[in-house]
């Protein structure tokens, strides 16, 4: 998988490099190629996918590739995740796979082809956390270890914390209030956030930070 691991590979046969097609309607709308670990699909505009219909949750499924094989992942969706008309929770994924999402159609595909080179921040996921110093969860610290996040123990305020391109996001779901950074209200649209920004959620004061 790695020529850094296996310097003799890299003669070999070209990489596998798998891609969705995302098709509605029969029309091809785009081609995702899979070059991270954890590609994130939904309603949300956060989602690394991004399907605009209300037939399609918020966060609906997530595919996860990892040493070669991808899997789909269904995140508890209204409609549900389908492959190849079958209800699933997860699945490892084939070449020529249909999965069905709402009224939206994606198709896997593997090609012979070199693999894209990821870029430097993706090579190496850093590891987050949200330390929560007021509430029903103080003093304890909860991992940002998903593509999606979502905040714990906000009842009257919901916010997530995503993932992409090594930077990490913080976007405000529900509630009458936005969450804040640094005494800032975010608004409607994903904020940036970085080690050591301070974020308030329904009065409840939470610190980002990434391990060194």
Same mark, same amino acid.
């Given at each position: 998988m790695a020529d850094a691991e296996h310097p003799g590979m890299q003669h070999r046969e070209a990489a596998v490099a798998p891609r969705l097609l995302v098709c509605s #309607? #029969?029309?091809q709308l785009r081609a995702v190629p899979l070059t991270r670990e954890c590609l994130s699909i939904g309603r949300r505009p956060y989602n690394d996918v991004a399907l605009n219909d209300l037939t399609v949750s918020g966060e609906h499924a997530l595919v996860r590739t990892r040493g070669g094989e991808s899997v789909v992942h269904d995140l508890g969706s209204r409609n549900g995740t389908l492959v190849n008309g079958v209800v699933v929770r997860q699945r490892p994924l084939r070449d020529g796979d249909v999965i069905d999402i709402g009224i939206y159609r994606l198709r896997f595909v593997v090609d012979r082809a070199a693999a894209p080179e990821p870029a430097p921040d993706e090579r190496e996921a850093r590891a987050a956390f949200v330390d929560h110093l007021s509430g029903l969860h103080a003093g304890t610290a909860q991992p940002i270890d998903r593509a999606v996040t979502r905040l714990a123990g906000q009842a009257e305020q919901v916010?997530?914390?995503?993932? +992409? #391109? #090594? +930077?990490?996001y913080l976007t405000h779901l529900e509630g009458l209030a936005f969450p804040q950074v640094n005494g800032d209200p975010i608004g409607l649209n994903p904020r940036p956030i970085f080690d050591g920004d301070l974020i308030e959620l329904a009065g409840v004061m939470l610190r980002f930070r990434l391990q060194a």
């Open positions: #309607g #029969g029309t916010a997530v914390i995503s993932q +992409r #391109g #090594g +930077r990490f």
